[in-house]
C-alpha cells in the first residue's frame, strides 16, 4: 500500500483556537444515538475499522459492571478533556497478539503541500487496564489505511504515524489528560486522519503498571486502555487572499531540474536584492541533509549532492523565511 510521508518539525505546538479544524467532529460530541454499553459505537464522523473501541457520553446511564457513562464507567473514572464524550480503543492486549483498535476520521479538505499543520490530540489511561504502552500516535494519509492481519482476523493498520509523543515512555498517569502534539510540513493530498497504536507488539513499550486489576466480566485486564478525546489538524500556514495555491513563488520564476538528479540538482530564480533565500533538502525522518544559500544576483545554483544516498527528499526553498516552494526530490546516486 502507498503511504503518503510528512516531514515532522521541531516547533512547539502553538496555539490554535481561533483556526479551522480539519478533523469533523473531534471531541467526539456529536452521535446519532445515546451509547447504551461497550462497543456501542455511535459517534459520527469517525470509523472503527478493527474490532470496536468503545464510545463514551453523559448521555449514557451509570448501569453497573458495563456503563459506558461519565465520568464513571466501567473502565475508571474520567472527566472530558473538553466537552461532555469521548473515545477509548485498546492498543495493546497480552492476550491477543497484535490486536488493534484504531479511530479513522476523513478531513474536511485535504492537507496542502508545503502547508504547515498542528495535529493533537489528548489522552488518558484507564485505571482498570493493567498495561501501558508508549507508541500511541497518529497517522496522515491520502487514502483510507489498510488493516494487515497479524495474528488475529482484526490486526494492525498499515501505515506509519507521525505524530508519536516526544519521548518514548510508557503513558501510565490516569488522573490527567496527556498532551500528543506536533507539527509537520504536509508533502499534499492528505485527506485521512488514524489514532492507535502502529507498533508491533515487542516494539510498543510495554508495561506493566497496574497489575492487580480483576477481570472485566469473563474478561482479563491483561491489555492496554486509553481515552481519547479533543483531536485536531490545524493549518499554520495559509495563501494571500485572492492569490492561488499554484501561484505562490510563481514570483521568484523558480525551476528545479533535473528530477530524479543523479547527485546534481539545479535552481533557477529571480530574487531581488535584498531577498535572502535558502534551499534545505530533508530526509523523510525530517533530517536536513543539505542546505544551500541562494545568491540574490546569480540566478542559479547547482546543488552538489552526490554525499546524499539515493532515495526520495523533500527539497524547501524559503525566500525571507517564507517557504515558496516544496518539491519531492528523487535521488539516484550512481
Known amino acids: 500500500m502507498g503511504r503518503t510521508i510528512l516531514i515532522p518539525l521541531i516547533f512547539l505546538c502553538l496555539s490554535t483556537q481561533a483556526q479551522e479544524n480539519l478533523v469533523p467532529n473531534g471531541s467526539f460530541e456529536q452521535f446519532s444515538d445515546c451509547p447504551m454499553n461497550p462497543g456501542n459505537w455511535t459517534a459520527v464522523s469517525w470509523n472503527t475499522p478493527t474490532f470496536t473501541p468503545d464510545y463514551f457520553n453523559v448521555c449514557a446511564q451509570n448501569n453497573g459492571e458495563f456503563s459506558v457513562s461519565i465520568p464513571q464507567n466501567y473502565l475508571g473514572f474520567q472527566p472530558p478533556s473538553e466537552g461532555e464524550a469521548?473515545?477509548?480503543?485498546?492498543?495493546?492486549?497480552?492476550?491477543?497478539?497484535?490486536a488493534r483498535e484504531y479511530?479513522?476520521?476523513?478531513?474536511?479538505?485535504?492537507?496542502?503541500?508545503?502547508?504547515?499543520?498542528?495535529?493533537?490530540?489528548?489522552?488518558?489511561?484507564?485505571?482498570?487496564?493493567?498495561?501501558?504502552?508508549?507508541?500511541?500516535?497518529?497517522?496522515?494519509?491520502?487514502?483510507?489505511?489498510?488493516?494487515?492481519?497479524?495474528?488475529?482476523?482484526?490486526?494492525?493498520?498499515?501505515?506509519?504515524?507521525?505524530?508519536?509523543?516526544?519521548?518514548?515512555?510508557?503513558?501510565?498517569?490516569t488522573a490527567k489528560w496527556i498532551l500528543i502534539c506536533d507539527t509537520v510540513w504536509a508533502t499534499g493530498g492528505e485527506k485521512y486522519i488514524t489514532i492507535g497504536n502502529f507498533h508491533l507488539d515487542g516494539d510498543s513499550d510495554t508495561l506493566r503498571f497496574n497489575p492487580n486489576q480483576p477481570p472485566l466480566g469473563n474478561w482479563p485486564s491483561t491489555f492496554a486502555y486509553y481515552y481519547i478525546d479533543d483531536v485536531s489538524v490545524v493549518a499554520l500556514d495559509s495563501v494571500p487572499s485572492g492569490v492561488?495555491?499554484?501561484?505562490?513563488?510563481?514570483?521568484?520564476?523558480?525551476?528545479?531540474?533535473?528530477?530524479?538528479?543523479?547527485?546534481?540538482?539545479?535552481?533557477?530564480?529571480?530574487?531581488?536584492?535584498?531577498?535572502?533565500?535558502?534551499?534545505?533538502?530533508?530526509?523523510?525522518?525530517?533530517?536536513?541533509v543539505h542546505h544551500s544559500t541562494l545568491i540574490a544576483d546569480a540566478n542559479l545554483t547547482k546543488l552538489g549532492l552526490s554525499h546524499v544516498s539515493s532515495g526520495l527528499y523533500l527539497l524547501r526553498i524559503a525566500v525571507n523565511g517564507d517557504t515558496k516552494l516544496s518539491e519531492q526530490i528523487s535521488i539516484v546516486n550512481p
Open 244 to 288: 492561488g495555491i499554484d501561484e505562490v513563488g510563481r514570483e521568484y520564476g523558480f525551476k528545479v531540474y533535473p528530477n530524479p538528479s543523479n547527485g546534481i540538482l539545479t535552481i533557477e530564480y529571480s530574487l531581488g536584492l535584498t531577498d535572502v533565500g535558502t534551499a534545505q533538502l530533508f530526509d523523510l525522518s525530517g533530517r536536513c
Open 103 to 173: 479511530l479513522v476520521a476523513e478531513l474536511s479538505s485535504e492537507m496542502i503541500a508545503s502547508w504547515r499543520y498542528e495535529i493533537k490530540f489528548f489522552v488518558s489511561p484507564s485505571e482498570r487496564a493493567q498495561y501501558a504502552v508508549s507508541t500511541l500516535g497518529a497517522a496522515l494519509t491520502s487514502e483510507p489505511p489498510e488493516v494487515v492481519s497479524i495474528a488475529t482476523p482484526n490486526g494492525m493498520i498499515d501505515a506509519v504515524p507521525q505524530i508519536m509523543p516526544d519521548e518514548r515512555i510508557p503513558i501510565t498517569d
Open 86 to 98: 469521548y473515545a477509548g480503543i485498546t492498543p495493546f492486549n497480552k492476550n491477543l497478539p497484535e
